[in-house]
């Protein structure tokens, strides 16, 4: 154990040249540059206020405000799905790397899944944004602020390892076989509808017992309904929920590891 | 007598070459339910061993798919060996292929802290060295361009003048004398003799026994994953000419 943590803070280097060079060249040659990590959010949120809110309607009921309500959702979708994304293609993408020079590998997906929370962190500002100008203005729809906000760190934190597990496992199978990379394009369509991200789970009304037990197994279902309890509902986070995404996030993180160590050797043959 | 820098125990490599590359999901399975996976096991080291002192320059010879490579790999760490362990005393650097580790997308100069960060050296210890890396590779014009617009040599200068400049105790080459022009190969021969003197250890690939012998004290000759003769360069290089004309 000494001796990876010691292998660990070798090549700590390693890992922040990566984060780096990520997030500089994620938006090099773009003429906006830095400003798409705040634009594509904002963007993306107002055709979907527009679609899911005007055209469709009726999926949010009960909700104080729908447009912070939707970025909420968005902003952590958008996290979970890149970052994995990206870990899950990073050992591929680093071959030449691993191929010729020795570099502990989970630093490709690790590296990967941080990179993203930088770039997600700063479009956590455009949130913030829209919460100012809520409370400005007032009545119904301005959001209830309290000392909850102080619990946001929570989730994201949850978040995060969720997505560093989930990220280690993509990245272990994906060495083995390509397919998983597009089966998960899909999966990540499907867990985009099964999150409540443009409706609420209660304006759905739903009766299916079975099906609302599917809704409710999902671990980006409970991040999503505490982080909102934290910057829009102004209450404590459910319990319930925290445990539950906790506990999902831990147990993916061990599989994760357990995965990536035991077949870590095998990469280069394969890659 | 101080400790050996590298120690290559009993070691040997097996590939399972798959006949078909089989690498997604359905075929896989289909596969594995008719018991179709057949592998070719293939030893391409077999049972090596080799102790070379600190300040040893070691020539590894060898015809086309005798394994120096694969043996310079599992000596670098890439490659874990499915029997035997390699023990290295010291920072290795390895030049397996130069510009193994750049962004294409990324200028030179940033690929220099990229580059040193997946040897494991820290930015400031790039900083300190990043003036002596510029010179050496000739690059000073051309260090904010990325290195996608840049010539193949280039690249190989750039690999070479970072993986020269961290001052490693065990240098791994791998035919990198052969790139370049001329000019820079006579020059990157010298920064390396250079090296000699601060006593780092050398393990050296190279069709060109007069490379080898320019280079080395002493040589193996590796064929078919087996080392068939070991000694000084002189000796082996002679060996190995002999075999090279008898083919």
């Known amino acids: ?48 206020v527009f679609i899911f809110g005007n055209v469709f309607g009726k999926s949010n009921k009960g909700v104080v405000n729908y447009p912070i309500y939707l970025l909420c959702g968005r902003l952590l979708f958008e996290f979970y799905s890149q970052s994995t994304k990206r870990a899950m293609r990073s050992i591929r993408n680093s071959a030449s790397v691993i191929k010729k020079v020795y570099v502990p590998k989970y630093i490709y997906p690790i590296a990967n899944v941080m990179s993203t929370f930088v770039t997600f962190a700063i479009s956590l500002s ?65 867990l985009f509808y099964m999150t409540p991200i443009v409706y609420s789970v209660e304006a759905l009304k739903i009766t299916n017992k079975a099906f609302k037990l599917v809704l409710m197994a999902n671990p980006m279902y409970s991040i999503t309904e505490m982080f909102r309890d934290c910057v829009l509902r102004g209450q404590l986070i459910n319990p319930h929920h925290l445990l539950y995404a906790l506990g999902f996030a831990i147990v993916t993180i061990v599989v994760g590891g357990i995965m990536f160590y035991k077949k870590q050797d095998k990469f280069i043959l394969h890659i | 007598m101080s400790k050996p820098a590298i120690v290559v125990d009993h070691v040997s490599i ?19 339910l008719k018991r179709q996976l057949h592998f070719t096991e293939f030893w391409a080291l077999q049972d090596i061993n080799l102790v070379v002192e600190k300040g040893d320059r070691v020539g590894v010879l060898g015809f086309n798919g005798a394994g120096k490579s694969t043996l310079l790999k ?34 030179g100069k940033e690929n220099i802290y990229l580059y040193g960060a997946t040897m494991g050296y820290s930015r400031k210890y790039i900083e300190s060295k990043y003036d002596e890396i510029v010179e ?32 490693p105790e065990v240098l791994i080459l791998d035919e990198v004398l052969s790139v370049g022009d001329a000019k ?44 068939i003769a070991q000694g000084t360069a002189e000796e082996i290089c002679k060996l190995y000419q002999e075999m090279t004309d008898k083919k």
């Open chain 2, 184 to 227: 820079f190969r006579k020059k990157s021969e010298n920064k390396i003799r250079s090296m000699f003197d601060k006593g780092v250890t050398v393990l050296f690939v190279s069709h060109s026994v007069e490379q080898v012998l320019r280079i080395c004290n002493k040589a193996i000759i590796l064929d078919h994953g087996k080392i």
């Open chain 1, 1 to 48: 154990m000494k001796k990876y943590l010691k292998n660990f803070y070798k090549y700590r280097f390693l890992l922040y040249e990566i984060i780096r060079k990520n997030v500089k060249l994620q938006y090099r040659d773009s003429v906006l540059g830095i400003f798409w990590t705040f634009l594509q959010p904002l963007l993306t949120t107002l055709v979907l």
């Open chain 1, 126 to 190: 455009v949130l913030l944004v829209f919460i100012v100008i809520y409370l400005i203005k007032g009545g119904e729809t301005a959001p209830h602020i309290t000392w909850y906000l102080l619990l946001t760190p929570v989730p994201i934190i949850i978040l995060f390892m969720l997505a560093i597990g989930v990220g280690l496992i993509l990245s272990t199978l994906n060495v083995f076989f390509k397919d998983v990379d597009y089966l998960y394009e899909v999966f990540c369509l499907l």
């Open chain 2, 136 to 167: 050496f590779s000739e690059l000073k014009d051309f260090i904010d361009v990325p290195i996608k617009n840049y010539s193949s040599g280039m690249k190989a200068r750039l690999g070479f003048a970072i993986a020269s400049a961290v001052e």
């Open chain 2, 14 to 32: 097996l590939f399972n070459l798959n006949k078909e590359k089989v690498d997604n999901l359905k075929e896989y399975i289909i596969k594995v």
């Open chain 2, 74 to 107: 599992t000596i670098a760490g890439v490659l874990k060996p499915t029997k035997g362990s390699v023990k290295v005393d010291g920072v290795i650097a390895p030049m397996l292929e130069l510009g193994a580790g750049f962004d294409t997308n990324y200028s």
